[in-house]
């Protein structure tokens, strides 16, 4: 049974910081797609941020430059560091993971329908 838990969402201030977990269990495959998305009250569920079982990255225009994702193979978990937050920034935050496809799907449109193995999500909230 795949399970995946978020951890390290809070309140913090505008300009603040912030390292989301996302560890990951029960995912047999060598070769998958690991992402992070968001989604705010009455808004659509998007990607923030991807990385691929090679390493590849890829990051939402909105984030670039602020948020960092990486993964520690050996502990199965997966990080957003995220840096200089905005108010904009506040939303439950997901992290999912699926077989292999291009890193580039979890920032295209409608990019979360292609993830079969969802979190519960942890909450930011930036306060200006």
């Known amino acids: 049974q795949v399970q995946l838990a978020e951890s390290g969402g809070g309140s913090v201030q505008d300009g603040g910081s912030l390292r989301l977990s996302c560890k990951v269990s029960?995912?047999?495959?060598?070769?998958?797609?690991l992402g992070w998305f968001r989604q705010a009250p009455g808004k659509e569920r998007e990607g923030v941020a991807g990385i691929d079982s090679n390493g590849m990255t890829v990051y939402a225009d909105s984030v670039k430059g602020r948020f960092t994702i990486s993964k520690d193979g050996t502990k199965n978990i997966m990080y957003l560091q995220m840096n200089s937050l905005k108010p904009e920034d506040s939303a439950m935050y997901y992290c999912?993971?699926?077989?292999?496809?291009?890193?580039?799907?979890?920032?295209?449109?409608?990019?979360?329908?292609?993830?079969?193995?969802w979190g519960q999500g942890t909450q930011v909230t930036v306060s200006s």
């Open positions: 029960g995912f047999t495959y060598s070769d998958y797609c």
């Open positions: 999912a993971i699926d077989g292999f496809r291009p890193v580039s799907m979890v920032v295209a449109l409608n990019g979360a329908n292609a993830f079969d193995y």
